[in-house]
């Protein structure tokens, strides 16, 4: 971009992002830009609708999950962790979460686990064999904040949600609701933040 800015006739740039995320936002500020705003969805697209749970207090969420599983639909499950090392107990961890999640909550859906620690060639089969269908919940950590796009996926639920900034969650949020569907957010969370019940009362990313 830099080089096409300093070349004798620059032309015009147009620059696009899909989320407010705080570097875009800074341009927007402090670039020499003019600045065009799309706050519609697309077309047939349904808000997600948001609940803040209480840690612990998990059963509903579950059973909201199951109901789409029965569906045909599949779902997200987001840790802040990879593993238990060196972490407290109430930090919920991706690799221990699979394998409650597969042995214990849902054992009739087939589950995969996706963090940075997997070899590359086992990560692109896991987003392939969810993509597909052919797993049904996904246990991950943040890796797939960003290109992954299932239109069957409808629920997603992330745990120890105070620990992640709104960025990042309304990313993870945009994860789901990415067809026709009806989609769900679950942001588990011991405390209770004014900024997470923002992120349950909009889905606008500007707001």
Do not use: W
């Not at 706050?39 to 808000?47: C, I, L």
């Not at 599949?74 to 999640?101: C, G, H, R, W």
């Amino acid at each position: 971009r830099e080089a096409l800015t300093t070349r004798g006739n620059p032309p015009h740039v147009l620059v696009m992002s899909a989320t407010p995320i705080p570097q875009t936002l800074a341009l927007t500020a402090f670039g020499d830009l003019d600045i065009s705003t799309i706050r519609t969805m697309p077309a047939g697209r349904k808000p997600i609708k948001t609940y803040l749970v209480k840690q612990g207090n998990e059963q509903n969420a579950y059973e909201a999950v199951r109901r789409e599983l029965k569906a045909g639909r599949q779902a997200y499950f987001v840790y802040p962790a990879i593993d238990s090392e060196n972490i407290t107990q109430e930090l919920k961890s991706a690799e221990e979460a699979f394998e409650n999640l597969s042995k214990n909550v849902f054992p009739e859906y087939r589950c995969a686990l996706l963090h940075s620690k997997i070899p590359e060639e086992e990560q692109l089969r896991a987003l392939q064999e969810f993509r597909a269908g052919k797993v049904q919940i996904l246990a991950a950590t943040t890796v797939i904040e960003v290109g992954v796009d299932v239109s069957n996926a409808t629920v997603m639920m992330i745990y120890n949600a105070n620990l992640f900034g709104l960025a990042t969650l309304h990313q993870l949020r945009g994860r789901v609701g990415r067809s026709n569907l009806q989609s769900y957010c679950f942001l588990i969370s011991k405390v209770d933040e004014p900024r997470l019940r923002v992120l349950e009362s909009s889905n606008d990313g500007f707001y």
